[in-house]
């Protein structure tokens, strides 16, 4: 028989603000297909999250502040994303689709050309339950 786990909503605030905390000024870096949390792919586009990227949580949720596009994107098909700190340290390894993955592309497709600007204009990051 499995068993399941679940945490309290304190250490699930923990968690979100842990992560939020190590990622001032550091990055959201959308990937290709292959990409793993300890070993991530190529970049198809690298945007900046704010000096401090995400708000305090007190439910285990938080929510990116502004975060600044890439007008330069190196191109490719977008599936994965990591959030990462400023030393480039992952944090968050997430799928990317268009319905019902960790993040979802709502406009531009997930296919990117080469020179084109990605944007993120909404990220919640959820702790786990």
Do not use: Q, W
Not at 25 to 49: M, N
Not at 79 to 95: D, L, Q, R, W
């Amino acid at each position: 028989m499995a068993g399941t786990t679940t945490h309290t909503t304190v250490f699930r605030a923990a968690v979100a603000n842990l992560v939020g905390d190590n990622v001032d000024s550091g990055k959201l870096v959308f990937r290709i297909t292959g990409s793993t949390a300890d070993s991530p792919t190529s970049a198809v586009a690298t945007l900046t999250l704010n000096a401090a990227a995400f708000n305090t949580s007190t439910d285990g949720v938080t929510t990116a502040g502004a975060i600044t596009s890439d007008t330069n994107a190196a191109g490719g098909t977008i599936a994965f994303a990591t959030i990462e700190g400023a030393s480039n340290t992952v944090y968050a390894h997430c799928t990317v689709g268009t319905t019902g993955d960790a993040i979802n592309v709502t406009s531009g497709g997930l296919a990117v050309t080469p020179g084109d600007t990605v944007s993120c204009s909404a990220l919640t990051y959820t702790a786990m339950p």
